[in-house]
T-cell receptor
Framework: AQSVAQPEDQVNVAEGNPLTVKCTYSVSGNPYLFWYVQYPNRGLQFLLKYITGDNLVKGSYGFEAEFNKSQTSFHLKKPSALVSDSALYFCAVSRYNTDKLIFGTGTRLQVFP | DAGVTQSPTHLIKTRGQQVTLRCSPKSGHDTVSWYQQALGQGPQFIFQYYEEEERQRGNFPDRFSGHQFPNYSSELNVNALLLGDSALYLC???????????????FGPGTRLTVL
């Protein structure tokens, strides 16, 4: 069965510093991997996806993620954090196009001025 | 271009009642998925509709049912509400099969259901 683990409930980082939000996954076959962000009282907003190809994926708002097949990880990164990046971040996996998404439990990112 | 829309925004029901939530997909999308997000949790897949049929279903009881209309909009129905059904219900849309490269799911703002 597919699963996603986000080992950190919360990540704190100072504005201007690099940030990393961790995600590991388990799926049979090749994974389709996603990051979504959720602001208070809002739905999920798509940030980026990995389907195939280059292991480094660039997405919205300066975020990027690195796919590591051997470590079954898909960590979200940003070189310089902004206070406005503070939100709840979800990693998700699926097995094929149109498949259901399996989400992690989420990581709350807090960026301090 | 309107994104995914959901109604109502908030809903309060009592145990045992029935509720219907509605979703209109993003323009050009024909596949609708529903997710339940309990407080402090990640979204959990309920089911997915394509061509007016349920294509996939998650681990939810039969009290949860749905429907998709010819215009691709969808409804989620929950019968015999329990306190544990209190959650944010998210609708997501995507292009269906035969649409080429993988397309991410676009989410609506959700309906906050409170069961008292």
């Amino acid at each position: 069965a597919q699963s996603v683990a986000q080992p950190e409930d919360q990540v704190n980082v100072a504005e201007g510093n690099p940030l990393t939000v961790k995600c590991t996954y388990s799926v049979s076959g090749n994974p389709y991997l996603f990051w979504y962000v959720q602001y208070p009282n809002r739905g999920l907003q798509f940030l980026l996806k990995y389907i195939t190809g280059d292991n480094l994926v660039k997405g919205s708002y300066g975020f990027e993620a690195e796919f590591n097949k051997s470590q079954t990880s898909f960590h979200l990164k940003k070189p310089s954090a902004l206070v406005s990046d503070s939100a709840l971040y979800f990693c998700a996996v699926s097995r094929y196009n149109t498949d259901k998404l399996i989400f992690g439990t989420g990581t709350r990112l807090q960026v301090f001025p | 271009d309107a994104g995914v829309t959901q109604s109502p925004t908030h809903l309060i029901k009592t145990r045992g009642q029935q509720v219907t939530l509605r979703c209109s997909p993003k323009s050009g999308h024909d596949t609708v998925s529903w997710y339940q997000q309990a407080l402090g949790q990640g979204p959990q897949f309920i089911f997915q509709y394509y061509e007016e049929e349920e294509r996939q279903r998650g681990n939810f009881p039969d009290r949860f049912s749905g429907h998709q209309f010819p215009n691709y909009s969808s409804e989620l129905n929950v019968n015999a509400l329990l306190l544990g059904d209190s959650a944010l219900y998210l609708c997501a849309s995507s292009p269906g099969q035969g649409q080429g490269a993988y397309n991410e799911q676009f989410f609506g703002p959700g309906t906050r259901l409170t069961v008292l």
